[in-house]
């Protein structure tokens, strides 16, 4: 069963709040300096899983949706983002064929199981424009092993063999997947001077020694 959005908001507190000063710098250099290659400033954007938007409020974008259950999500939104308070698994609020691009970041392991999963890639694909990208970041159990379960709610276990295979068979084109990206986690992790984590993005060599963390980018067929 997923969890309920008081569980979410009690889970997430406990989990994000100390960082979440460290963890806005973090995602204003990766949104930036590496994810804005997909995703350039005339599109629109849903941030699938939005957590505290460290995401969705630093990527550059002429429109932008968050969708989360959490409810302390809307404190922590930038006042340009619109946000869908709701499963991500029932029918999306937007007319076919409306995004560039749906990013999300560590959320599908959330999700009760892998049905929930192929519901969610096919309204993603639905509301995607065609050739518009859906880029997924997650933690790679083949490399994680029994740290993969250190967190409560994690549900669904994936990697990025097995999230490519699923997003194909929905109908994705995958267009490019990186086993090793980032870290497992900011959580209860040392805070690194932001110095050292435009080093680590600039350097794709050290993503194979530190990176356990999957990314996949797959588009919508043209036709």
């Given at each position: 069963m997923t969890n309920t959005p008081r569980e979410l908001s009690r889970i997430y507190h406990r989990r994000f709040i100390r960082t979440a000063e460290y963890r806005g710098k973090?995602?204003?250099?990766?949104t930036?300096?590496?994810?804005?290659?997909?995703?350039?400033?005339e599109f629109t954007v849903l941030?699938?899983?939005?957590?505290?938007?460290?995401?969705?409020?630093?990527?550059?974008?002429?429109?932008?949706?968050?969708?989360?259950?959490?409810?302390?999500?809307?404190?922590?939104?930038?006042?340009?983002?619109?946000l869908f308070h709701q499963d991500c698994s029932a029918p999306w609020p937007l007319q076919d064929n409306t995004l560039d691009a749906v990013f999300s970041s560590n959320f599908f392991e959330h999700l009760p199981?892998?049905?929930?999963?192929?519901?969610?890639?096919?309204?993603?694909?639905?509301c995607l424009k065609p050739g518009g990208r859906l880029?997924?970041?997650?933690?790679?159990?083949?490399?994680?092993?029994?740290?993969?379960?250190?967190?409560?709610?994690?549900?669904?276990?994936?990697?990025e063999a097995s999230l490519g295979e699923a997003m194909e068979?929905?109908?994705?084109?995958?267009?490019?997947?990186?086993?090793?990206?980032?870290?497992?986690?900011?959580?209860?992790?040392?805070?690194?001077p932001m110095i050292l984590v435009k080093l680590y993005?600039?350097?794709?060599?050290?993503?194979?020694?530190?990176g356990r963390q999957f990314l996949i980018v797959a588009a919508k067929p043209r036709a």
């Open positions: 973090v995602w204003q250099i990766l930036s300096g590496f994810f804005s290659r997909w995703i350039l400033p941030d699938l899983g939005c957590g505290y938007g460290e995401f969705i409020n630093n990527i550059a974008a002429r429109k932008k949706y968050a969708m989360d259950l959490n409810p302390d999500v809307p404190e922590f939104l930038a006042q340009d983002v619109e199981d892998k049905e929930a999963v192929n519901r969610t890639l096919r309204e993603a694909q639905r880029i997924a970041l997650g933690p790679n159990i083949k490399y994680l092993h029994g740290e993969y379960w250190d967190f409560y709610d994690h549900h669904v276990y994936l990697t068979i929905e109908g994705y084109q995958i267009e490019e997947i990186i086993p090793r990206f980032l870290p497992f986690t900011m959580v209860k992790a040392p805070e690194y993005i600039a350097l794709p060599w050290l993503w194979w020694l530190k």
